[in-house]
């Protein structure tokens, strides 16, 4: 990450507001925007935590620690500087200029047919789903325009990888789901290459806050799969975007003992199943109860659903899920 995209994203996380998140309250307010409290980072009973809000730094005076909002979400979460960014860019949610296409996006999905017949043919038909996943539409040809009329320079375009480095919109004909830092865009034409996510990582698990207390989770590997589940009324259902998981989304899936039913592809060369053994072995040995669930040969979540419109058949498929 560059030096430039750090310093925004120092400027762009006020470290009070993330404080006061983690429900850290001043006791006492001094002049200049400097606040006292008790330290968060290690128990006292008398405020030695001293913020600067419009500085946006922090130091304690008990503890001799101090520093801008990365170092505190590391020394917070007793995590390493890379997984103290990530915690905090999921905290901040999409940055101002991905939320820009995201909406932008959204906004096309229903102006165009095609796009909504894709979603119906994949099963994905409730409106609740489209507006709980936030998905939209990438024409093709626009996003461009309406960006710098909003004000991004073309220059920030392209380094998001939105915008092509001859200056074309990059996803064409692509439905899009918003992650937590990136943009994941499904072509519908066969001929462009499937999966694609813009510049940047894949992120942690696909809305992992709202299914982290279940003490049951469903993990996939497609959004599509995520959306016919979470229709079908599975709200424990979480996605690793592709069946290789990331080092923080495996963090993720043991933060705590938790049965996790892995219900990849069943893909006819064995891929996705291939992947799951492996994923269950690692699960296991930190203590996590895995259960892997069979689909049908050729199937994923989404194709299984489509064809088996019921909910009661996929529980089926929990329930026969061997440990
Ligand atoms: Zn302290």
Not at 11 to 33: E, F, H, K, V
Not at 102 to 115: K, N, P
Not at 227 to 248: D, E
Request: glycine share 8%; charged share 20%; with cysteine.
């Amino acid at each position: 990450m560059s030096r430039q995209v750090l310093d925004e994203l120092k400027q762009q996380i006020s470290l009070l507001d993330y404080l006061q998140a983690q429900d850290w309250r001043p006791a006492r307010r001094l002049s200049r925007g400097r606040l006292m409290g008790l330290c968060p980072l290690h128990a006292e009973h008398q405020p030695s935590f001293l913020v600067d809000s419009t500085k946006n730094l922090f130091y304690c005076y008990g503890c001799g620690r101090g520093g801008d909002v990365i170092r505190f979400a590391e020394l917070y979460h007793q995590v390493r500087f890379p997984q103290a960014l990530a915690l905090l860019q999921q905290w901040r949610g999409l940055p101002p200029l991905l939320r820009a296409a995201a909406d932008f996006y959204r906004m096309q999905l229903h102006r165009h047919s095609e796009a909504v017949a894709y979603l119906s043919q994949r099963g994905v038909r409730s409106p609740e789903v489209v507006e709980h996943m936030g998905i939209g539409y990438a024409p093709g040809g626009c996003l461009r325009g309406w960006l710098t009329q909003l004000g991004f320079p073309l220059e920030t375009l392209r380094e998001a990888g939105l915008v092509t480095g001859a200056g074309y919109d990059a996803y064409i004909h692509r439905i899009v789901f918003p992650l937590e830092a990136n943009l994941y865009g499904r072509s519908l034409s066969a001929a462009a290459p499937a999966h694609r996510f813009l510049t940047g990582t894949k992120g942690g698990l696909y809305a992992w806050e709202q299914v982290r207390h279940y003490p049951e989770v469903i993990l996939v590997e497609g959004l599509f799969d995520y959306a016919a589940l979470w229709q079908a009324g599975f709200h424990n259902v979480t996605c690793s975007m592709g069946n290789h998981l990331n080092g923080r989304q495996y963090r993720q899936l043991c933060d705590r003992p938790r049965t996790v039913y892995l219900a990849f592809d069943a893909d006819t060369n064995g891929s996705g199943q291939q992947a799951a053994q492996s994923l269950a072995c690692r699960l296991r040995e930190q203590g996590i109860n895995v259960r892997s669930v069979s689909l049908p040969d050729g199937h994923d979540p989404n194709s299984f659903l489509v064809e088996n419109d019921d909910a009661r058949h996929f529980r089926l498929l929990l329930e026969a899920a061997l440990p």
